[in-house]
C-alpha cells in the first residue's frame, strides 16, 4: 500500500492513474479524482478538495504526465497533492473518475493508501502498512521502525519467491528478438506507452500490435505477452517473396524494446489479498520469534511435544520409533524453504509464481 507523509508532495510515482484501452495507454477527455479520510471506516471524509462532493480535474496541466498517465496534482498550489501537516495518520482513499469521450459515461476507480509521518521511513510500494499489524493487537507491541523494516524484508522475500511484484511499475525494458511475432514477459502487463521493434528509433504504430494483460476471464497475468498483428488483407506469406514481410521481433540482442506499466494486481489496481494475507502472517511469525531475545525478559520453559503413536518397537536393544504428532510430516515446499513452516503460506505463494520461462518458436530472418 503506497505511503506519503504528511506536509510531503505527492510525484508521479505515487498517487496516479493509467487508463488503457486493449492495453495500450490512452488519453481521456475527463479526469477527476478527490481523497478521503478512511480511518474511520468507508465511505469517509472528503478532505480534498473541498467543499465535499467537488473533484480536482488532471485532463490536462501538469496532472497529465503523458498518454493516459495522470497524477494527483493540486492546481491551484502548482504542485503534487500534498496532505496538511496536522493529517491524522492512517489509511486514506483517492477515487478517480474519467470519462474516455465527452458524451460518455463516467467510469470510477480507487486507491488506498497511508498517510505517515514524515520519519517513519515507509515505502511507497508497501503490501501492507504499519496499521495492518498494529490492528492485530500484538501482546508486545514492538516499534514502528521495527514493524516496517519485518514488511520491507518480508515483501522482498515474497517478491522473490514468486519472481513477481504486486503493485504497478514503470519500466523500460529491452528484449532478445527470436524471429517469432509475440514476445512473452514474465511479469503481467498492466498497459504498454511504447513499443519499438526491431532497434527502430520511432515507436511501432499501436494499431500493428496486441497486448493480452486482461486480468479478469481470460486472465493474462500467468501469461501476459505481446503479439505482433497484420490487417486481415495481408498475405502471411508474403516473406517468400522477400518483400513486405510480416512484422516479427526480428532475431537480434536487446533490439526490442518496451515502455509500460507492469506488475501483478487485480482489477481496482490494489494488491491481491492473498498476497497481503501472506505477508501479514510472515511479517507477525517473524515479530513473534525475533532474532535475538532481550536479556532481560524472562524464560520460557518449552513444552515437551506430545509424540505421536508408536510406530516402531525393538525388543532387543530397546528402541522405540514414534510417529509425528498429527501424522507424518510432509517435505517442506520449494522456494521458502528454511524461512517459514506455515503451509498456508506456501501454498498462496505458489499460486502467485511467475513462469520460469516460455519457449517462443523462431522463424529464419531474409536477410
Not at 506519503?4 to 495500450?24: A, K, M, Y
Amino acid at each position: 500500500m503506497p505511503s506519503l507523509p504528511r506536509g510531503s508532495e505527492n510525484t508521479t510515482e505515487l498517487l496516479n492513474w493509467f487508463i488503457s484501452v486493449g492495453g495500450v495507454l490512452t488519453d481521456a477527455a475527463v479526469v477527476q479524482y478527490r481523497v478521503f479520510d478512511i480511518i474511520g471506516g468507508l465511505p469517509g471524509t472528503q478532505i480534498f478538495p473541498l467543499p465535499s462532493g467537488t473533484y480536482e480535474d488532471v485532463s490536462s496541466g501538469l496532472g497529465h504526465v503523458t498518454d493516459g498517465f495522470y497524477y494527483a496534482f493540486d492546481n491551484t498550489t502548482g504542485k503534487g497533492w500534498t496532505p496538511d501537516i496536522l493529517e491524522p495518520l492512517g489509511t486514506h482513499r483517492i477515487e478517480w473518475r474519467w470519462k474516455l469521450t465527452a458524451g460518455s459515461e463516467f467510469q470510477m476507480g480507487f486507491e488506498d493508501f497511508q498517510i505517515v509521518v514524515e520519519s517513519a521511513g515507509a515505502s511507497d510500494d508497501s503490501y501492507i502498512s504499519l496499521e495492518d499489524i498494529r490492528n492485530l493487537g500484538m501482546p508486545t507491541p514492538p516499534t514502528d521502525a521495527t514493524i516496517i523494516a519485518q514488511i520491507a524484508l518480508w515483501q522482498a522475500s515474497i517478491e522473490r519467491a514468486t519472481r513477481q511484484w504486486f503493485v504497478p511499475r514503470s519500466l523500460v525494458l529491452k528484449f532478445d528478438g527470436t524471429d517469432s511475432d509475440a514476445i512473452h514477459l514474465g511479469v503481467p502487463i498492466i498497459a504498454i506507452e511504447s513499443l519499438k521493434l526491431n532497434n527502430d528509433e520511432n515507436p511501432l504504430d499501436p494499431e500493428l500490435f496486441k497486448v493480452y494483460s486482461a486480468v479478469r476471464y481470460p486472465d493474462d497475468r500467468s501469461n501476459p505477452r505481446i503479439k505482433l498483428t497484420r490487417d486481415e488483407s495481408d498475405n502471411i506469406f508474403r516473406d517468400v517473396h522477400l518483400r513486405d514481410r510480416p512484422l516479427r521481433f526480428r532475431k537480434g540482442r536487446q533490439n526490442q524494446e518496451v515502455k509500460g506499466t507492469f506488475g501483478y494486481i487485480e482489477p481496482d489496481g490494489s494488491v491481491p489479498l492473498l498476497i497481503q494475507h501472506a505477508l501479514t502472517k510472515l511479517v507477525v511469525e517473524k515479530l513473534a520469534n525475533p532474532v535475538f531475545n532481550d536479556p532481560a525478559s524472562p524464560v520460557t520453559v518449552p513444552v515437551p511435544p506430545i509424540v505421536g503413536t508408536l510406530v516402531e518397537e525393538w525388543t532387543d536393544g530397546h528402541k522405540r520409533k514414534y510417529g509425528a504428532r498429527g501424522g507424518d510430516l510432509k517435505a517442506r515446499a520449494p522456494g521458502l524453504s528454511g524461512i517459514t513452516a506455515d503451509q498456508e503460506i506456501l501454498d498462496i505463494l505458489r499460486l502467485f509464481k511467475a513462469p520460469i520461462g516460455i519457449a517462443t518458436p523462431a522463424h529464419p530472418s531474409h536477410t
